[in-house]
């Protein structure tokens, strides 16, 4: 199986890369930081490919939903929704789906994420599976946070890239995933707080396990 790995920093793609160990059917490219930004290169990418990919992971540290994936723990997508794009109503908010004018989620091969979700556990770590939320702006308060874990029930993380890289793909009909390990809390902003290194460690191990189930 061939395999692209989109991550938005340089960080993270080379905590992904430590965790690959040079495996050959593998390669992980820079998203930048935003789901625009992160289409755009995803595009880029899947167009100038030598030969096809056979599944698309966008993959980095994100913030966790509280109750659902703590600091430090990994993330499976089990859908991947770009939960800001849509119009503020008086009602509340109404997602581009309820709109009418597209789609907000990128479906994720559910045989795919359990297999990948097993083989972390397996390994010993800890990891759970939920939809993971792109969003434009981090969530920075305690209110939206509540917000968006009402609106999307079992949102797991949110990252800000997820939805453009999985869109580029899904747009080709490759199949996505979206891995994430958690380095904060999504709620009020404390970026001081963020234990990005723990979130690194736990990308690095999760990768290591990828290389045995993608083969
Ligand atoms: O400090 C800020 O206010 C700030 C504003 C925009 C971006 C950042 C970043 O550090 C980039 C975030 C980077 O990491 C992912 N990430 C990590 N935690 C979260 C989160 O709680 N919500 C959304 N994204 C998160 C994200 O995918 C970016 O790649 C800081």
């Given at each position: 199986m061939r395999v692209l790995l989109m991550t938005a920093v340089s960080v993270e793609q080379e905590a992904?890369?430590?965790?690959?160990?040079?495996?050959?059917?593998?390669?992980?490219?820079?998203?930048?930081?935003?789901p625009i930004q992160a289409a755009i290169n995803t595009t880029k990418v899947l167009e100038?490919?030598?030969?096809?990919?056979?599944?698309?992971i966008s993959a980095g540290i994100?913030?966790?939903?509280?109750?659902?994936?703590e600091v430090?723990?990994?993330?499976?997508?089990?859908e991947i929704i770009a939960a800001d794009l849509g119009a503020e109503t008086p009602e509340g908010f109404s997602s581009l789906d309820e709109l009418g004018f597209g789609a907000t989620r990128v479906p994720v091969n559910p045989?795919?994420?359990k297999k990948v979700m097993e083989a972390l556990q397996t390994a010993g770590l800890q990891a759970q599976s939920g939809p993971v939320l792109t969003l434009s702006t981090v969530t920075g308060t305690a209110e939206t946070a509540?917000?968006?874990?009402?609106?999307?029930?079992?949102?797991a993380a949110e990252g800000m890239e997820g939805y453009g890289v999985a869109?580029?793909?899904h747009e080709r009909g490759?199949?996505?995933?979206?891995?994430?390990?958690?380095?904060?809390?999504?709620?009020?902003?404390?970026?001081?707080?963020?234990?990005?290194?723990d979130a690194l460690v736990a990308l690095e191990s999760a990768s290591r396990v990828l290389v045995e189930v993608l083969r």
């Open positions: 992904v890369l430590r965790g690959l160990q040079g495996a050959e059917n593998f390669d992980v490219q820079l998203a930048g930081v935003g100038s490919a030598k030969s096809p990919y056979d599944l698309v994100a913030g966790g939903f509280v109750g659902r994936a430090g723990s990994i993330v499976v997508s089990t045989d795919l994420a509540a917000q968006l874990a009402a609106r999307i029930p079992g949102a869109l580029a793909a490759i199949p996505v995933l979206e891995l994430r390990t958690i380095s904060n809390p999504v709620g009020p902003r404390d970026r001081a707080a963020w234990k990005i290194k």
